[in-house]
């Protein structure tokens, strides 16, 4: 019994020592845990349990509504249904995947991909699956409610055009914002989320921070599967402000019909102030197709049409001018005293010049004309004369004058600036000396020159209200959506032409002759009511060998492009316009009957607003 009392071993001391460290080591350690989690990271799991107890979601703003010049809506809003999801919420991914496919049609693949976009998303936040769903793919999901959780269709509001391919280039459509757009528009004060959608084209695009209303929300409780059981906040999204167009949705629709197959352009503008009445482009597409969630083979039907459907031509196609350039050419003669009105040239059916044949195209040529007469009969053996002695660089200044080479600046994304060339251009450019025998082409219209329709038609506006250009513009004003206006858009003057008065005043006279003498190249536009005074053109893509070559006998890309530009009354201008018919031929055959329907649509409706405004005036009884 000594021996125990006196030999207790040592080795149970040991172990009894350091089980009680272990033991006290591990309270401290959860001792200390504990004190992180309920003290340091308190304010972040409490976020994170309010997180999963409490959701919120945005509410997509309205876009404001865009409405023509005598409120028509041309842009407005429905509602539609989307399909989102929160990925946090579901339980089960397979069965969600294959359930959505199999009752929407929706590729298992289109889900992982939009899942992929949203992964930098915040936890519980809804990703968006697909958009517009019809009225029975709505109910089929949400007879499933129960069995989907996670799964959310929600009502949002959706764009619509309601003429469609009309005004599809003027304008544009909605697409779903990038990486490089969210980033732009993160400090405008209404914050993008990663699925919404954008204005990528026209004027959706350009007032894009106008039209974008700002975003509500709801905050409220879910259960254990992710249902919603109580709101707890509820913000209203408030809508974008709307747009009133200068267009007129009449104008519009009749210069779109009037193009029928043809590929080309039409805009009509109010010379005294630049405000455009009308724009249209053909071949057009449909931008509700675009918005609405478009199939890839759709869209590659659209990019890889020859005809490039996408292109608004009216700004971004560039054509030789042709003769619409020669009343240039007339201006710079006339202020350069090369010639005077009663100058007489003879001009033949073909002018030659250092062994090279530059022809008319008139076979008899029109004997010896002034300068009236070379307008109204569109002579090109004068001018070809009359070009070389001006020569290219002096040319060019005044082109420059009327606007030609440079942006119009109207409101629309990636406006060409067209090309006036010179004699330094070509040296810079092409590394070679400029020749007089391109001179000869320019003074024409054609050669290195280029303009687009804008252009053009801003440079008749000069001539039609005697020598002021403006800023092509579009929007008259912004309103809210209560119809407060908060913004006006007022003539924007550009800056006068190189021509003084007497020399507008001739060129005025011979487009009127253009359209009214018996040489005129317009004459079938002489419609005594209208007053039309005008231009036309017809601008050669490649050199014809023989003269005289029907259109309908050349390869279509051959053809030659035809134009008109002109205005009415030709004393007391209200409309200006331009139509371009690619590969068309004749611009008196194909271009000017165009401007024709545009002429009468805008007169025949002014003299019926007239004729409303005369029976509603009140009858004033004289006593005697």
Same mark, same amino acid.
């Given at each position: 019994?000594?021996?125990?009392? $006196?030999?207790?071993?040592?080795?149970?001391?040991?172990?009894?020592?350091?089980?009680?460290?272990?033991? =006290?080591?591990?309270?401290?350690?959860? /001792?200390?845990?504990?004190?992180?989690?309920?003290?340091?990271?308190?304010?972040?799991?409490?976020?994170?349990?309010?997180?999963?107890?409490? +959701?919120?979601?945005?509410?997509?703003?309205?876009?404001?509504?865009?409405?023509?010049?005598?409120?028509?809506?041309?842009?407005?809003?429905?509602?539609?249904? $989307?399909?989102?999801?929160?990925?946090?919420?579901?339980? $089960?991914?397979?069965?969600?995947?294959?359930?959505?496919?199999?009752?929407?049609?929706?590729?298992?693949?289109?889900?992982?991909?939009?899942?992929?976009?949203?992964?930098?998303?915040?936890?519980?936040?809804?990703?968006? #699956?697909?958009?517009?769903?019809?009225?029975?793919?709505?109910?089929?999901?949400?007879?499933?409610?129960?069995?989907?959780?996670?799964?959310?269709?929600?009502?949002?509001?959706?764009?619509?055009?309601?003429?469609?391919?009309?005004?599809?280039?003027?304008?544009?459509?909605?697409?779903?914002?990038?990486?490089?757009?969210?980033?732009?528009?993160?400090?405008?004060?209404?914050?993008?989320?990663?699925?919404?959608?954008?204005?990528?084209?026209?004027?959706?695009?350009?007032?894009?921070?106008?039209?974008?209303?700002?975003?509500?929300?709801?905050?409220?409780?879910?259960?254990?599967?992710?249902?919603?059981?109580?709101?707890?906040?509820?913000?209203?999204?408030?809508?974008?402000?709307?747009?009133?167009?200068?267009?007129?949705?009449?104008?519009?629709?009749?210069?779109?019909?009037?193009?029928?197959?043809?590929?080309?352009?039409?805009?009509?503008?109010?010379?005294?102030?630049?405000?455009?009445?009308?724009?249209?482009?053909?071949?057009?597409?449909?931008?509700?197709?675009?918005?609405?969630? #478009?199939?890839?083979?759709?869209?590659?039907?659209?990019?890889?049409?020859?005809?490039?459907?996408?292109?608004? +031509?009216?700004?971004?196609?560039?054509?030789?001018?042709?003769?619409?350039?020669?009343?240039?050419?007339?201006?710079?003669?006339?202020?350069?005293?090369?010639?005077?009105?009663?100058?007489?040239?003879?001009?033949?059916?073909?002018?030659?010049?250092?062994?090279?044949?530059?022809?008319?195209?008139?076979?008899?040529?029109?004997?010896?004309?002034?300068?009236?007469?070379?307008?109204?009969?569109?002579?090109?053996?004068?001018?070809?004369?009359?070009?070389?002695?001006?020569?290219?660089?002096?040319?060019?200044?005044?082109?420059?004058?009327?606007?030609?080479?440079?942006?119009?600046?109207?409101?629309?994304?990636?406006?060409?600036?067209?090309?006036?060339?010179?004699?330094?251009?070509?040296? +810079?450019?092409?590394?070679?000396?400029?020749?007089?025998?391109?001179?000869?082409?320019?003074?024409?219209?054609?050669?290195?020159?280029?303009?687009?329709?804008?252009?053009?038609?801003?440079?008749?506006?000069?001539?039609?209200?005697?020598? /002021?250009?403006?800023?092509?513009?579009?929007?008259?004003?912004?309103?809210?959506?209560?119809?407060?206006?908060?913004?006006?858009?007022?003539?924007?003057?550009?800056?006068?032409?190189?021509?003084? /008065?007497? /020399?507008?005043?001739?060129?005025?006279?011979?487009?009127?002759?253009?359209?009214?003498?018996?040489?005129?190249?317009?004459?079938?536009?002489?419609?005594?009511?209208?007053?039309?005074?005008?231009?036309?053109?017809?601008?050669?893509?490649?050199?014809?060998?023989?003269?005289?070559?029907?259109?309908?006998?050349?390869?279509?890309?051959?053809?030659?492009?035809?134009?008109?530009?002109?205005?009415?009354?030709? $004393?007391?201008?209200?409309?200006?316009?331009?139509?371009?018919?690619?590969?068309?031929?004749?611009?008196?055959?194909?271009?000017?009957?165009?401007?024709?329907?545009? =002429?009468?649509?805008?007169?025949?409706?002014?003299?019926?607003?007239?004729?409303?405004?005369?029976?509603?005036?009140?009858?004033?009884?004289?006593?005697?």
């Amino acid at each position: 019994m000594d021996y125990f009392n $006196d030999k207790e071993p040592r080795a149970f001391k040991e172990r009894l020592i350091f089980a009680t460290i272990v033991i =006290f080591l591990g309270f401290f350690v959860l /001792t200390i845990r504990l004190w992180y989690l309920q003290v340091i990271s308190s304010s972040q799991y409490k976020e994170l349990s309010k997180t999963n107890l409490i +959701r919120i979601t945005h509410s997509e703003a309205p876009r404001g509504i865009i409405y023509d010049r005598d409120g028509i809506r041309i842009a407005e809003n429905r509602p539609g249904f $989307d399909l989102s999801v929160i990925p946090e919420d579901i339980t $089960d991914w397979k069965k969600t995947k294959e359930t959505l496919s199999r009752l929407l049609s929706i590729e298992e693949e289109v889900i992982e991909e939009q899942l992929k976009k949203a992964k930098k998303r915040r936890p519980f936040k809804t990703v968006k #699956i697909k958009e517009n769903l019809s009225w029975d793919d709505m109910t089929r999901v949400s007879v499933l409610n129960y069995e989907l959780p996670g799964v959310i269709v929600s009502v949002a509001p959706k764009r619509n055009y309601p003429f469609s391919a009309q005004t599809a280039h003027l304008l544009g459509y909605l697409g779903e914002i990038t990486e490089d757009e969210l980033l732009r528009f993160k400090d405008i004060g209404r914050p993008y989320q990663n699925t919404d959608m954008t204005g990528k084209y026209g004027i959706e695009s350009i007032f894009e921070k106008t039209l974008k209303g700002t975003d509500g929300g709801r905050q409220y409780m879910v259960d254990a599967v992710g249902r919603e059981v109580k709101v707890l906040k509820s913000i209203k999204s408030y809508p974008g402000s709307n747009l009133r167009l200068s267009i007129d949705m009449d104008l519009q629709k009749i210069a779109f019909e009037a193009m029928g197959d043809y590929a080309g352009a039409v805009i009509a503008v109010d010379p005294n102030n630049g405000k455009i009445l009308a724009m249209v482009s053909t071949p057009s597409f449909d931008p509700n197709l675009i918005t609405t969630g #478009i199939t890839k083979k759709d869209w590659n039907e659209i990019i890889s049409n020859p005809l490039h459907v996408l292109t608004n +031509r009216g700004i971004q196609g560039q054509y030789p001018p042709a003769s619409t350039f020669k009343v240039i050419t007339a201006t710079a003669a006339l202020e350069e005293k090369i010639v005077t009105p009663r100058t007489k040239i003879f001009s033949g059916a073909s002018f030659w010049f250092k062994k090279h044949e530059y022809r008319d195209w008139k076979a008899s040529g029109h004997g010896k004309i002034r300068i009236h007469d070379a307008i109204v009969e569109s002579s090109d053996t004068f001018f070809y004369q009359v070009g070389l002695k001006v020569g290219v660089d002096k040319l060019a200044e005044y082109s420059k004058s009327f606007g030609l080479g440079s942006k119009t600046q109207v409101s629309l994304l990636d406006e060409k600036s067209g090309l006036v060339p010179t004699s330094e251009w070509k040296k +810079r450019r092409l590394k070679t000396k400029w020749y007089e025998g391109e001179t000869v082409s320019v003074s024409v219209g054609q050669g290195y020159l280029l303009a687009t329709p804008i252009q053009i038609l801003n440079m008749y506006s000069a001539i039609a209200n005697g020598g /002021t250009l403006y800023t092509p513009q579009l929007v008259d004003r912004i309103e809210t959506p209560e119809g407060k206006v908060l913004k006006e858009f007022t003539r924007i003057k550009k800056g006068r032409v190189s021509a003084s /008065t007497e /020399t507008i005043k001739l060129i005025q006279d011979a487009l009127r002759g253009v359209v009214t003498e018996e040489k005129g190249t317009a004459r079938r536009l002489n419609v005594p009511a209208l007053k039309i005074a005008g231009k036309t053109g017809t601008a050669q893509v490649v050199r014809q060998k023989t003269r005289g070559m029907k259109t309908e006998d050349q390869p279509y890309k051959h053809r030659d492009h035809g134009l008109f530009v002109g205005y009415a009354p030709h $004393d007391n201008p209200e409309i200006a316009i331009v139509v371009i018919v690619e590969h068309g031929g004749f611009g008196s055959k194909v271009a000017a009957p165009v401007a024709l329907e545009v =002429f009468k649509a805008y007169f025949e409706k002014n003299a019926t607003k007239e004729t409303d405004k005369k029976n509603k005036e009140p009858i004033i009884k004289v006593g005697i």
